[in-house]
């Protein structure tokens, strides 16, 4: 069931070059790092790869820059089942990159990102899609005026497609900046970052679920996850459900444990699973994110079947189970 899982991830992708510390550096002082690894990043990046862990057939649509990064990115996309058909190509411009510092002593990740002249994704390029090929489209929230244009084309999609193939339309909600507020009213499913929510005022995550409820199209289901303190999501019909959190023995790296929530849950859904195993799923995989450093331990999990998907099918009923240990 898994490998039908078409899943569109609309973002960003970037170079990521990741030094892991012993405690976060003073100011004008000089240290050994304890290990140093490029790494491919990127919001809707990340998500992709742990998609294509979880047994999905994800793709990659954004923009690329036609530098010497280039190989380095597509190679390692392909190097987790990543398509990347439809990525926009851009020559004579800069990959955006990021400086990360990862402190041994608290799991903190600090990050300092550049991106000099690599421009957004147009409403052209989104055009071209063949949506026909996908089941659930995600969207970073980035690049507001686009995306919602985009988000509009999938709903002129989906009025000739009510016959079961319609598009399942997904916008993250992460950074905290005023113009991602009219991003709110567009998506089936809505994840707020408990950044953007402390931003806005609200102080814990389902306060923050019920007031962004109020502003989404019926239907729509709002999830937020809030680090060690799990997550929280609901539906319009006011049903508010939680998760708690699945912290490691040792929390090492938190770089894109958002994203894995967030493709892990989208994994769920998708699968046919309700929203409290969904959104419990999601915490479960984030949990087992930050407890390894990088990508590839969380490849060896999957093949020692760490995480997967069951379903039991029966003449009354269809039963979809995710376990993760």
């Not at 304890?34 to 979880?54: I, P, Y």
């Not at 609200?202 to 199209?217: G, R």
Request: glycine letters at 8%; one cysteine or more.
């Amino acid at each position: 069931m898994s490998s039908k899982l078409n899943i569109l991830c609309v973002g960003a992708c970037c170079f990521d070059i990741v030094s892991q510390v012993l405690k976060y550096p003073l100011e004008d002082t000089d240290q050994r790092c304890l290990d140093q690894h490029w790494q491919r990043g990127g919001n809707a990046s990340n998500s992709c790869t742990v998609l294509g862990l979880l047994g999905a057939k994800p793709t990659f649509f954004g923009t690329i820059a036609d530098s010497h990064e280039k190989r380095f990115l597509l190679e390692d996309f392909a190097k987790f089942d990543v398509n990347t058909d439809y990525a926009v190509i851009h020559e004579g411009c800069d990959s955006p990159a990021s400086c990360i510092i990862l402190s041994a002593a608290t799991g903190s990740r600090t990050i300092v990102h550049s991106n000099k002249n690599l421009p957004e994704l147009s409403v052209e390029d989104f055009n071209k899609i063949d949506l026909s090929a996908f089941q659930w489209v995600h969207f970073e929230g980035r690049n507001v005026t686009n995306i919602t244009k985009m988000i509009e084309h999938i709903r002129e999609y989906n009025k000739s497609h009510q016959d079961g193939s319609s598009i399942t339309i997904s916008v993250e909600i992460e950074n905290a900046k005023h113009e991602l507020e009219s991003l709110i009213p567009l998506p089936d499913v809505l994840f707020v970052s408990k950044d953007y929510a402390m931003f806005k005022g609200y102080t814990n995550k389902e306060e923050t679920v019920e007031k962004i409820q109020a502003q989404t199209i019926p239907g729509c289901l709002v999830i937020c996850p809030w680090g060690e303190d799990g997550a929280s999501a609901s539906s319009s019909d006011g049903q508010l459900v939680h998760s708690s959190a699945f912290p490691p023995s040792q929390v090492v790296d938190t770089l894109g444990a958002g994203d894995t929530f967030i493709a892990a849950t989208i994994f769920s859904l998708a699968s046919g699973c309700t929203l409290k195993d969904s959104i419990t799923f999601g915490c479960r995989i984030a949990g087992l994110k930050v407890g390894v450093i990088g990508w590839e331990p969380l490849r060896k999990m999957a093949k020692d079947g760490a995480f997967s998907l069951i379903s039991e099918n029966s003449s009354e009923k269809k039963a979809v189970v995710i376990r993760a240990t």
